[in-house]
């Protein structure tokens, strides 16, 4: 039965033959949208046909990479399903079914090319200027004769025959598309060991697991025009097709899956402590807008506001810059409790102390200056283990006024007592301004002094931060030292 107008049925389909890839996140992104966004139902297929390269750890970490992002699936290999197996490795007879369909209806053929023969004609096709294609040497076989070779055990694949003309489909981002048959040629549906290629899996896949839109990126443009004709063949409805422009970086080339380039996977940003709302964030907005111009946007607004309409056909610049700018944005929009549990696991796996009292004051204290929780254990070193004075911050410490009025404050915190009285950063603010008042110094002279003694930087977090972080013990001695 075929799907009512209205229903949305989407998948997400990677190859476990390598990791998460920021492209395939955005693709995966943009199916699970769209069928948040219709009440509809996405599916999770997994296409490993390729034996050699694929493994269920592949497989398991990838899924591990959506679910990180909050990319929940409602059918699939896990979770189970109407049109189980969800492993195209486990549907081998559904596509043996379908290709003697074509076989019977004339629409395919069996192929007893050698692939070394296949290899000699494209040479000789390049070497006269040809692009390679099959010439349909056994399209031209009698069907009977073809079935007896096949069944005396001569190896071969079954192609698909390409009528003549133009193939066309309407995509829901780019419009009308046409493509000339002739420029496909007479295709692979089954391999000789009997595994389906890509196009052929797709399709039948598809129309058995009834999804309704398929969501990817335009390079499958080709692919599409093959799976059209292929629909066609077989007498069922094509579902329709969206083909998403590009991730170019920030060079304009390819964002490839390359070694080398940091971030190109998802797993990268997870491991660097980046929020996957974030990542979720800027991937949205590589190719789509939201219509109140908004930025900085959750899951449950990207859900609210997500639809094909507004997706562009212009390929997307992969922005370093504004993926920072959007992960700090995203960080500091969490509870402070909430965060300084997620940066536990950083301090601990840095070797620092990750009680989460010490982890709510030093995420407290840096967290408007970093993008990911990664950059929280290099922050809490430099505090606990600064290092030599600069020229500019040892000038600060050296006039006069600033010793007399660190002494002061040192003064002033020692006679406190810690025991029966703790201070907080806020009141040990207070204690600074007091003794400015005392000594005439405000300002700048005021404030600067205590940092540089602090830290022995110039600039940083806020004071009253900088001593929760640290604490009163550290923070006197520090500033005792600084004053002599």
Same mark, same amino acid.
């Given at each position: 039965m075929r799907l009512e107008s209205n229903e949305h049925r989407l998948r997400f389909a990677p190859s476990p033959t390598g990791r998460l890839h920021v492209g395939s996140a955005r693709t995966a992104l943009y199916n699970w949208l769209l069928a948040r966004h219709h009440a509809g139902v996405l599916v999770l297929r997994i296409e490993d046909t390729d034996a050699e390269r694929s493994t269920r750890d592949l497989?398991?970490?990838?899924?591990a990479d959506l679910h990180w992002m909050g990319l929940e699936w409602d059918e699939g290999p896990d979770v189970g399903g109407p049109h189980a197996p969800y492993r195209q490795s486990e549907r081998a007879a559904v596509y043996a079914a379908r290709a003697r369909q074509l076989l019977e209806a004339g629409r395919a053929f069996r192929c007893f090319c050698s692939d070394e023969l296949l290899a000699t004609k494209r040479e000789a096709q390049r070497a006269a200027g040809e692009e390679p294609h099959y010439d349909g040497t056994c399209r031209r076989l009698d069907a009977g004769e073809a079935g007896r070779r096949a069944q005396s055990g001569e190896t071969h694949t079954i192609r698909f025959h390409v009528p003549g003309g133009v193939v066309r489909f309407d995509d829901l981002v780019r419009g009308p598309m046409e493509i000339d048959s002739a420029t496909l040629g007479d295709?692979?549906?089954?391999?000789?060991?009997?595994?389906?290629?890509?196009?052929?899996?797709?399709?039948?896949?598809?129309?058995?697991?009834?999804?309704?839109?398929?969501?990817?990126?335009?390079?499958?443009?080709?692919?599409?025009?093959?799976?059209?004709?292929?629909?066609?063949?077989?007498?069922?409805?094509?579902?329709?097709?969206?083909?998403?422009?590009?991730?170019?970086?920030?060079?304009?080339?390819?964002?490839?899956?390359?070694?080398?380039?940091?971030?190109?996977?998802?797993?990268?940003?997870?491991?660097?402590?980046? +929020?996957?709302?974030?990542?979720?964030?800027?991937?949205?907005?590589?190719?789509?807008?939201?219509?109140?111009?908004?930025?900085? +946007?959750?899951?449950?607004?990207?859900?609210?506001?997500?639809?094909?309409?507004?997706?562009?056909?212009?390929?997307?610049?992969?922005?370093?810059?504004? +993926?920072?700018?959007?992960?700090?944005?995203?960080?500091?929009?969490?509870?402070?409790?909430?965060?300084?549990?997620?940066?536990?696991?950083?301090?601990?796996?840095?070797?620092?102390?990750?009680?989460?009292?010490?982890?709510?004051?030093?995420?407290?204290?840096?967290?408007?200056?970093?993008?990911?929780?990664?950059?929280?254990?290099?922050?809490?070193?430099?505090?606990?283990?600064?290092?030599?004075?600069?020229?500019?911050?040892?000038?600060?410490?050296?006039?006069?006024?600033?010793?007399?009025?660190?002494?002061?404050?040192?003064?002033? +915190?020692?006679?406190?007592?810690?025991?029966?009285?703790?201070?907080?950063?806020?009141?040990?603010?207070?204690?600074?301004?007091?003794?400015?008042?005392?000594?005439?110094?405000r300002g700048k002279s005021l404030f600067m002094p205590a940092r540089v003694a602090l830290t022995g930087r110039l600039h940083g977090p806020e004071l009253a931060l900088l001593f929760d972080a640290m604490g009163r013990e550290t923070a006197t001695k520090r500033i005792r030292d600084a004053a002599r």
């Open positions: 497989e398991e970490r990838l899924m295709f692979v549906l089954l391999r000789s060991n009997g595994v389906p290629t890509y196009n052929f899996a797709c399709v039948a896949d598809d129309a058995e697991m009834q999804i309704s839109h398929v969501v990817r990126g335009d390079d499958h443009l080709y692919n599409t025009a093959r799976q059209v004709m292929l629909y066609a063949a077989l007498g069922i409805p094509a579902p329709q097709f969206a083909h998403l422009a590009l991730i170019l970086d920030e060079d304009r080339s390819k964002l490839s899956k390359r070694e080398g380039r940091e971030g190109t996977y998802a797993y990268e940003y997870r491991d660097a402590g980046f +929020l996957p709302g974030a990542l979720v964030n800027f991937l949205a907005l590589l190719g789509w807008s939201s219509p109140s111009g908004d930025d900085i +946007l959750d899951l449950e607004r990207l859900v609210q506001e997500f639809d094909l309409d507004r997706v562009s056909k212009s390929p997307a610049i992969f922005d370093a810059r504004k +993926l920072r700018w959007m992960a700090g944005e995203h960080l500091r929009a969490q509870p402070l409790e909430a965060l300084a549990e997620r940066a536990r696991p950083f301090l601990r796996a840095a070797g620092l102390p990750d009680d989460p009292e010490r982890a709510a004051a030093w995420t407290a204290a840096f967290k408007d200056g970093i993008a990911c929780l990664g950059e929280l254990p290099p922050r809490v070193r430099e505090l606990l283990h600064p290092g030599p004075l600069d020229a500019e911050a040892a000038a600060v410490l050296g006039q006069e006024e600033a010793r007399r009025l660190l002494d002061t404050l040192a003064d002033r +915190l020692e006679r406190v007592p810690g025991d029966t009285q703790p201070m907080d950063g806020a009141q040990f603010k207070r204690l600074l301004q007091e003794c400015g008042r005392e000594l005439g110094v």
